[in-house]
């Protein structure tokens, strides 16, 4: 199955919401207009979808950021199919357009990180040719 794979736009964030949910991050679209406001004023992040059939079924997010550690790299923010579309092909189509987002910004090394619990996500990225490097913990706090 083949998919256009275009950069996001305002017209996309209810499906993009409804897509957070699935992925098991409820988000309000306006919350989500808030955000997504912010990635388009960084030249250094963006948002692809993949669609059929004028219909948004996939995400991924996409920056650039620089670590003193490790040095320049691209990373993914999320990655997201409709869960009637697992297994198509959407998520490796979006894969590949990250891919030559990150050479067009002149790095090389493509980044992921996936909770412990998504075990078919981690499939996935093997499948794809990605290696694991690390576990770790991820900790916040509100100030």
Not at 16 to 26: K, S, V
Not at 72 to 84: M, R
Not at 92 to 108: A, M, P, T, Y
């Amino acid at each position: 199955m083949t998919f256009l794979i275009r950069e996001a736009t305002w017209e996309d964030v209810p499906e993009l919401a409804n897509l957070c949910c699935q992925l098991g991050y409820p988000i309000t679209v306006n919350d989500l207009q808030k955000n997504f406001n912010a990635i388009l004023q960084n030249d250094l992040e963006t948002i692809f979808v993949a669609v059929l059939e004028e219909k948004v079924i996939g995400w991924i997010g996409i920056f650039k950021a620089v670590h003193l550690t490790t040095g320049p790299l691209c990373e993914i923010s999320g990655l997201v199919i409709d869960e009637n579309f697992h297994g198509k092909g959407a998520g490796k189509q979006l894969i590949d357009r990250v891919k030559k987002w990150s050479k067009n910004h002149g790095e090389n090394i493509l980044r992921v990180r996936s909770n412990m619990i998504r075990k078919e996500a981690h499939n996935f990225y093997f499948h794809l040719g990605f290696k694991e490097v690390k576990d770790q913990k991820v900790f916040e706090i509100n100030i």
